[in-house]
């Protein structure tokens, strides 16, 4: 049975209600793992993991933990780099759903950017997260959830 891993320390909350909905309607065992307390809302279904301080300790076990088919729910690139490796799912906080044919293309950007970055030069970070970015995550949520729970 799919189960969802969330990578917590930076989901919006405006996503919160959102995926709380689609964990209840489906009965999803879910994680949420952070270096703080994080809270999605109240369900039997949500476990919540608080990790280590350090920049990977939630990105390490949410690999550790999944298995191949599960769900991962992240912003990070080089985490849904490790997710698609292990053949499991990816979707972003904007409704992105990672796959073996994108995840490369978005790593090399990302990394390109840091470098650019490094070198000195100012660059425009992610536009502000907004209610367009919540429908398209719910919208690719729930078509993902579809396809791969009722099959």
């Not at 608080?50 to 992240?74: F, R, S």
Request: hydrophobic share 40%; aromatic share 8%.
């Amino acid at each position: 049975m799919l189960e969802i891993y969330i990578d917590g320390d930076a989901f919006p909350n405006l996503l919160k209600p959102i995926i709380l909905r689609q964990i209840e309607k489906y009965g999803i065992k879910t994680y949420v793992l952070a270096n703080k307390k994080i809270n999605i809302g109240k369900s039997k279904n949500i476990h919540y993991m608080i990790v280590d301080a350090g920049a990977d300790e939630a990105d390490n076990k949410i690999v550790e933990m999944l298995q191949e088919g599960d769900l991962v729910i992240t912003a990070d690139i080089p985490l849904a780099d490790r997710v698609i490796d292990k053949n499991a799912h990816a979707i972003d906080h904007r409704g992105e759903l990672y796959s073996k044919d994108n995840i490369k293309q978005y790593l090399a950007m990302r990394n390109l950017m840091e470098s650019i970055r490094e070198m000195g030069e100012v660059t425009k970070g992610p536009k502000p997260f907004g209610q367009k970015d919540a429908e398209l995550f719910a919208n690719q949520l729930n078509m993902f959830l579809q396809k791969w729970v009722l099959k």
